[in-house]
């Protein structure tokens, strides 16, 4: 691909640049005029074409360093932007950060309407982290458009990707002050005060933009956005109070709706999915928006009218409508439904092996697993990347089957076939531990931590593996720390560091942790540990409450059936 981006036919030599008195009035007819090249003769020498010739074999051979680099060397010494332009280009390609940047700004140096030019440079800036340096070029680049507002629209999500922030607001009220009444320049700077968390600036600033710009759906639901730094109740009122005066603002509605669903106002939301249809009832977007959100609320009748509507509506996606359909006849226990929608998938399709998958593990609740390997040892064409994930699901149909000494067989020879795959070596861990083959265990997840360090799950694993067989506490513990500091707040990692905590008898701090764990997520394996450390405090109310309301969601979990029952004989 890089070759046939950058290769021109060496046959257009001439054509293209005639000779260097046709670079230099070409140069004349695209730059200003200094930056004409002043030792230009009226013919082709020997060397440029040497090095001309240079620069194509080389992109033809992909060596685009060295074709940025011949091509870069020519603009320099003809002062032809397009041969900055073409420097440029191969820099890019042969992912030459810096020398594209010099090429992009010789380019714009040697071309200043170059309107490309200057959007490829801003973005080599930002990659570079030079934001200081950004002023000119976007200042060219904004005044070089037509539509203003475009611009300002297009740096928003250009500055998403610069870590410093303040630095950003600045540039963008420097940028925006020669357009006082452009809503879009003071949306702008309300994204990148937002970004900044300065608040009350960029509620300032939406104000200006909505009194020049009345209803204007995006700074609406930035200002939602903004509201909700401190809280939702606020943001909740202000869609509110919005789609009153602009009951036809979609985009806001579908933002509120989803807002109402996480705050679990269900009835509500119910009255603004059913607005959004009506609004736009032949849409079939907005049919398989709303069918994803009526799936959230567990509105699994209404998801599947609006699925099959977004299907007759010709959805530009319909084997994506086909798993949620799958999915949906899954959870209402009607599996011949659900093979019948995933059968529906075609073999060209991104969806093909998660249809076939899913179909596979259909096929194993009714207890034929065999048939189900054999149905996802016959998926076609499979890349590396996709065979991981469909051994996966082979050995967790093995796990779910309780055949565990197989999944482990079958995941130790897949590591030996793929022996990189993070995913596969911690199943096999996994697994390993499952045949209480600790030792495999551990040295697979050494070796994972060695390959992927901020692979949280690896230290997480290890350090609960000891807690939980009582060994090494001081070496679990510290393990488990290493896993909280890569991902703050996960409840699997709390859920562990209150059982190491546990296990060293800190009493108290188990529980606070525990406690924390279950606040994020209802799991009932944290249940059973939390029910636990409260029955060794003594609250063996408290214990009994928090088991029996896990049991009830949870009837079937042997961790937490076999927790309770340890303690209340």
Excluded: C
């Excluded at 003071?186 to 608040?199: M, P, R, S």
């Amino acid at each position: 691909m890089q070759r046939k981006l950058f290769y021109v036919p060496l046959i257009t030599l001439t054509l293209a640049l005639g000779s260097t008195g046709v670079l230099a009035d070409n140069a004349k007819q695209t730059a200003a005029p200094k930056t004409v090249a002043t030792n230009s003769t009226s013919g082709l020498t020997a060397e440029f074409v040497y090095k001309y010739l240079l620069g194509e074999i080389a992109g033809q051979r992909g060596e685009l360093g060295l074709a940025g680099a011949v091509m870069l060397d020519l603009a320099k010494s003809t002062r032809d932007p397009r041969l900055a332009e073409r420097a440029t280009r191969a820099a890019l390609y042969g992912n030459q950060q810096a020398m594209a940047l010099r090429a992009a700004s010789l380019w714009v140096e040697l071309d200043p309407n170059a309107k490309e030019g200057y959007q490829v440079l801003t973005q080599l800036l930002i990659a570079s982290g030079k934001v200081s340096e950004l002023r000119q070029p976007l200042q060219k680049l904004i005044a070089g458009e037509d539509d203003h507002a475009a611009a300002f629209l297009y740096m928003v999500g250009m500055f998403s990707r610069v870590p410093d922030k303040n630095a950003v607001l600045k540039l963008m009220q420097d940028l925006a002050k020669p357009y006082p009444e452009l809503p879009e320049a003071h949306f702008a700077i309300a994204h990148a005060a937002w970004t900044a968390e300065q608040d009350k600036l960029a509620l300032s600033e939406l104000q200006t933009a909505d009194k020049l710009n009345p209803g204007w759906e995006p700074a609406a639901l930035l200002k939602a956005q903004v509201l909700m730094r401190k809280g939702p109740k606020d943001a909740l009122q202000f869609y509110h109070d919005f789609l009153e005066t602009n009951p036809h603002s979609n985009e806001v509605r579908l933002a509120y709706a989803k807002l109402l669903v996480n705050e679990k106002q269900f009835e509500p939301a119910k009255q603004q999915f059913e607005q959004l249809i009506e609004d736009a009832p032949e849409n079939a977007e907005m049919h398989v928006v709303v069918g994803l959100l009526n799936v959230q609320m567990e509105d699994l009748a209404e998801a599947e009218t609006n699925f099959k509507k977004a299907l007759t509506l010709n959805y530009k996606e319909p084997d994506q409508i086909y798993i949620y359909l799958g999915q949906i006849a899954e959870r209402q226990k009607d599996l011949a439904k659900a093979q019948e929608w995933y059968g529906k998938v075609g073999e060209d399709s991104n969806q093909y092996l998660d249809a076939q998958l899913r179909s596979a593990s259909l096929i194993a609740q009714q207890g034929k697993v065999e048939e189900a390997r054999k149905r996802i040892a016959e998926i076609p064409n499979l890349t590396n990347e996709q065979r991981v994930v469909a051994l996966q699901t082979e050995a967790n149909l093995l796990v779910q089957a309780k055949r565990p000494q197989e999944a482990f067989d079958l995941l130790k020879q897949a590591v030996e076939t793929l022996p990189n795959s993070p995913d596969l070596i911690y199943d096999y861990a996994m697994a390993a531990e499952r045949v209480h083959r600790f030792d495999v265990m551990e040295h697979e997840l050494r070796k994972l931590i060695v390959l992927k360090p901020e692979m949280w799950h690896a230290y997480n694993a290890l350090g609960y593996s000891l807690a939980d067989r009582n060994e090494r506490l001081d070496e679990a513990q510290k393990l488990i720390e290493k896993a909280l500091a890569l991902s703050p707040g996960d409840y699997y990692v709390l859920d562990s560091m209150g059982w190491v905590k546990y296990r060293r008898g800190q009493l108290t701090q188990a529980a606070d942790y525990l406690k924390r764990a279950y606040s994020v997520q209802a799991d009932p394996e944290i249940a059973a540990h939390l029910g636990e450390v409260l029955w060794q405090q003594g609250k063996h109310d408290e214990a009994v409450k928090t088991w029996n309301e896990a049991l009830h969601a949870f009837p079937d979990n042997e961790t937490l059936l076999n927790t309770s029952k340890k303690f209340m004989k």
